[in-house]
């Protein structure tokens, strides 16, 4: 109901045609901003809802009307699925998909505060926490009831997740649990075969796990039932785009889990001044003790430090040695920036002032990335409005001791164990 008041205040007249409700309702306000609710008999669902001064909202069903239906204005709002909006979107001329954004927990404190006051703080954020930004969940159901959700949703997993994540139009009772559509609130260039395309505002989809908490159950699960699936899908799906984040973050725990064991690894420079910047060379890691570090005075010297949260800028991992420092970011995209403010707040780590020593700064790739990989620019902490993304006058300190490699991980499934 609260996104229907947000619609008549801004249309005037909203037509409803709701799965929870057995008849159409029209809900209409005033000069004087007073709703006044009437019900609509099915038969006048036509004649209403072609009126000029009236949107139809389609909430949870199917359509009553077919996809030649040429007037009124019509709101579908419904899932991805195909048996749910094929008919309904078939007029592309007339017809926009837009996605819903994902609540903030921002967005969802505000509500809390608006509509259930009685509802605590703590208990949003480690609902939040758990299962993301979807308010039905988070004030209807206590942070035991949601994990025993998630838990009963990541043990009926099998393979059929990759199909739903790779078509956006499958899907099961539980998969909305596990993955949230994220879609972009500003307007953002694509470029295909080299020309640039403005998609306009929650036009494009990106699929994410709805929490990291839930990225971890749903890898766990899939390496252990599924091993062999589950990395053809992360070392084989780059064509996909909307995968990029599922894959991205299943790419990152297998680095982790690499970077770290000892192994040999083919890396190459992306410095342009130097005149080997093209060749490829080995590069053989110690095996290494991972500590999980939740501040940056929790990095300890020779180890494989990785941050428990995103809450260092930067990097993924980091390596504090005797000879070098290693700094890693995992990407399985083709270009992935720096922000320098990661830099600044790791500068004492990295030996202060006084140190000269080179950071190894290692992109850590798929195969179908690393050839073309190039050196990545670095880029203020918070892009603001009108001004420039990426740092004109990068710190003296950086440009003379970061240097930025690619490292290839191209994973078979016999190494993994």
């Excluded at 941050?307 to 420092?325: L, S």
């Excluded at 179908?368 to 990989?373: K, M, P």
Aim: charged share 25%; net charge neutral.
């Amino acid at each position: 109901m609260l996104y229907y008041e947000c619609f008549v205040k801004e249309c005037s007249k909203l037509l409803i045609d709701d799965a929870s409700y057995l008849h159409l309702y029209l809900i209409t306000r005033d000069e004087m901003n007073v709703f006044d609710v009437e019900w609509v008999q099915n038969e006048d669902y036509g004649r209403v809802a072609g009126r000029d001064n009236v949107w139809c909202i389609i909430d949870g069903k199917a359509p009553r009307v077919n996809h030649d239906f040429d007037i009124g204005k019509l709101i579908m709002v419904s899932s991805p699925k195909d048996s749910h909006i094929k008919n309904f979107c078939k007029p592309t001329h007339v017809t926009i998909k837009l996605y819903m954004q994902i609540w903030t927990e921002a967005e969802l404190d505000e509500c809390r505060s608006l509509i259930y006051p009685k509802f605590p703080k703590d208990n949003l954020r480690e609902s939040y926490l758990l299962c993301g930004g979807i308010p039905r969940m988070i004030f209807k159901c206590e942070s035991p009831e949601i994990n025993k959700m998630i838990t009963a949703s990541v043990n009926n997993i099998d393979t059929n997740i990759f199909r739903y994540i790779g078509t956006l139009s499958d899907g099961d009772n539980y998969s909305h649990n596990l993955v949230h559509i994220h879609t972009n609130e500003e307007p953002e260039n694509e470029i295909i075969n080299g020309h640039t395309f403005v998609n306009p505002p929650y036009t494009s989809c990106e699929l994410k796990f709805a929490s990291a908490i839930i990225g971890d159950k749903v890898f766990a699960r899939l390496k252990e039932f599924y091993k062999e699936e589950t990395y053809k899908f992360v070392f084989a799906s780059a064509s996909v785009s909307l995968l990029g984040s599922i894959r991205g973050y299943m790419f990152e725990i297998i680095a982790h889990n690499e970077l770290s064991a000892g192994k040999t690894f083919l890396t190459r420079s992306l410095e342009n001044r130097k005149k080997t910047c093209v060749k490829e060379r080995k590069l053989q890691f110690p095996q290494l003790t991972i500590k999980n570090c939740h501040t940056v005075d929790d990095i300890e010297y020779g180890k494989y430090c990785k941050p428990v949260a995103k809450n260092f800028e930067t990097i993924d991992a980091i390596y504090i040695g005797k000879d070098y420092d290693f700094t890693f970011q995992m990407t399985v995209g083709r270009t992935h920036d720096i922000k320098q403010h990661g830099y600044e707040l790791l500068h004492e780590k990295l030996g202060g002032e006084s140190a000269d020593h080179p950071v190894r700064h290692y992109f850590v790739v798929p195969k179908d990335t690393f050839q073309n990989f190039q050196k990545q620019p670095f880029t203020v902490k918070k892009e603001e409005k009108g001004q420039p993304k990426n740092v004109v006058n990068v710190k003296q300190w950086i440009t003379k001791r970061i240097e930025q490699y690619v490292l290839l991980l191209d994973v078979g499934i016999k190494s993994t164990d």
